[in-house]
C-alpha cells in the first residue's frame, strides 16, 4: 500500500474486503514514528463494542495484580469505558456493528467522551488479553528475534518498555507497537489515547499495552508504579503478544 494512496478510496475498498484499517491525519508526516500504518488488521484481532468476560479468575494474576484490584478494575473501571462508549457511539451516529479500530482510527471527529471511552474499551479488551496465568518468560519465534534486533537484547527491550510506563506523567498507558514502517516501538500514551488513533503522537498498531494509571495497581503498590511493572511482567502473554506481532508482519 503506497502511502499516498488516496485515502477515501482505499478505506472503500478495506471495507469491501472486511479488514479493518488504520490511517491518521499525519500521513504525509516524514517522521517514520509518527507515521500512520496503512496495514489491514486480520478480523481475528478486530474489537467489538461489548465488553468480553474476563479470560482468567480475578485471582488468576494474583504474582502480579491482586484479585480485588482486577475486580474493581473490569468490573467497574473498564465496564464503564463499555457503556459510556456505547452511549456516545449512539449520540454521535457510530456503526457498533464495525470494529471499534475503525472509529479511533478517526477519532478526531468525534467527542472527548468518544475518544475517552473509546480508547478506554479498546485499551482495557486488550491489556486483559495481553496478561495471563500462565506464561513464558520470553517470547520464541519471531518476535522474540524482533525484538533482540530492534532493542539489542530482550533485557534491554523489558527496561526501555519499563521506563515508557515509569515517565508517563499522571495517568496513562505504555506500548509496544508496530509502526508504518513494519518496526517495533515503545512509546507512551496519556488518559486513553492508543496508537491507532489519528490524534497520537505515536502510531501504529498496539501489540502490547500496560496500564499505569493508579486503578491499575494502587492498591497493592500505592504509590509504587515501578514495583508494579517489575512484578507485571510475571503475567504477560507472551504466545498473544507474538501472535498479534505475527498477524501484522
Ligand atoms: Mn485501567
Keep these: 500500500m503506497s502511502p499516498l494512496t488516496p485515502r477515501r478510496k482505499f478505506i472503500t475498498s478495506t471495507v469491501k474486503t472486511g479488514l479493518g484499517v488504520y490511517l491518521g491525519s499525519s500521513i504525509l508526516t516524514a517522521c517514520s ?11 481475528a484481532f ?8 474476563l479470560p482468567y479468575s480475578y485471582s488468576a494474576l494474583n504474582e502480579a495484580i491482586d484479585a480485588q484490584t482486577m475486580e474493581i478494575h473490569y468490573s467497574k473501571h473498564a465496564a464503564s469505558y463499555a457503556t459510556n462508549l456505547n452511549d456516545a457511539a449512539k449520540a454521535e451516529g457510530v456503526d457498533t456493528s464495525k470494529p471499534v479500530e475503525d472509529a479511533l482510527a478517526r477519532i478526531s471527529k468525534y467527542s472527548a ?3 475517552n471511552n473509546g480508547g478506554g474499551h479498546y485499551n482495557h479488551e486488550l491489556f486483559w488479553k495481553c496478561m495471563s496465568p500462565n506464561n513464558t518468560d520470553t517470547p520464541a519465534g519471531a518476535l522474540g528475534t524482533a525484538l533482540t534486533s530492534s532493542f539489542g537484547s530482550f533485557e534491554t527491550f523489558k527496561t526501555q518498555f519499563a521506563d515508557a510506563g515509569k515517565n508517563r506523567f499522571g495517568s496513562g498507558w505504555a506500548w509496544l507497537f508496530i509502526d508504518g514502517d513494519k518496526k517495533l516501538r515503545i512509546g507512551s500514551t496519556p488518559n486513553q489515547d492508543n496508537p491507532l488513533m489519528d490524534v497520537a503522537e505515536i502510531k501504529g498498531f498496539p501489540i502490547l499495552g500496560l496500564d499505569v494509571w493508579e486503578h491499575a495497581y494502587y492498591l497493592r503498590y500505592q504509590n ?3 514495583d508494579y511493572i517489575a512484578a507485571w511482567w510475571k503475567v504477560v502473554n507472551w504466545n498473544y503478544v507474538a501472535g498479534r506481532y505475527q498477524s501484522f508482519i
Excluded: H
Design 33 to 43: 514514528s509518527s507515521k500512520a500504518i496503512a496495514g489491514a488488521v486480520p478480523a
Design 46 to 53: 478486530n474489537t467489538g463494542f461489548t465488553q468480553q468476560p
Design 113 to 115: 467522551k468518544m475518544r
Design 224 to 226: 509504587k508504579r515501578p
